[in-house]
């Protein structure tokens, strides 16, 4: 491990939280609230409501805050840094720090926060899919077997799986057999 500190890494992570849209307010005021609230208290009740005042700006209340923490003890770094993984996961595990700490020893510090992407295509792609599946489940659902429309739409149907990854198939292929 690295002889940094939580207030080494708070100097170092401080341009990169007071960034515009990283912290929403509300995160702010809970992460203030959180600070109050330990005990014994890092914030007291006057320096909590100074830091959450909603007539200064966003950006300067934390950088105000951030301060304050930086010229306190290292435990409220520490506890800082928790009330951020609690209130702002995403941001925590983005921080520079973080990465400066996983190069300095060479294991990986932020395991478990793989992002899985299904589809570029967005909301959109997912509704017509989902329309399409659902339009072509009502009408083998609805459509009267002595069509005779329906044997051939079964039979395109029936081939389908061939294009269709191997486990959607089987559900095809059981669902076509059980009508036949």
Same mark, same amino acid.
């Given at each position: ?60 209340? *934390? ?5 304050? /923490?930086?010229? #306190? ?8 840094? +928790?009330? $951020? ?64 429309? *329906? ?5 395109? /149907?029936?081939? #389908? ?8 198939? +089987?559900? $095809? ?8």
């Amino acid at each position: 491990m690295t002889d940094q500190t939580y207030c080494d890494r708070l100097v170092q992570d401080t341009p990169f939280l007071t960034g515009h849209g990283r912290l929403s307010e509300q995160q702010v005021d809970k992460i203030i609230l959180q600070l109050n609230r330990y005990y014994p208290q890092i914030l007291t009740n006057k320096e909590a409501e100074k830091f959450r005042n909603p007539k200064a700006a966003l950006r300067i209340r *934390l950088c105000n805050l951030l301060s304050h /923490l930086q010229r #306190s003890s290292e435990r409220d770094c520490q506890e800082f840094y +928790r009330a $951020l993984y609690i209130h702002a996961q995403p941001l925590h595990s983005c921080l520079p720090s973080r990465y400066t700490l996983q190069n300095s020893d060479g294991t990986d510090l932020d395991t478990g926060t793989e992002r899985w992407e299904l589809s570029d295509r967005g909301p959109l792609g997912f509704l017509v899919c989902l329309s399409v599946a659902a339009g072509l489940a009502l009408f083998m659902y609805c459509c009267p077997p002595d069509l005779k429309v *329906l044997p051939k739409s079964r039979r395109v /149907l029936g081939f #389908s799986p061939v294009i269709i990854e191997r486990h959607v198939s +089987r559900y $095809l292929l059981t669902f076509l057999a059980g009508d036949l």
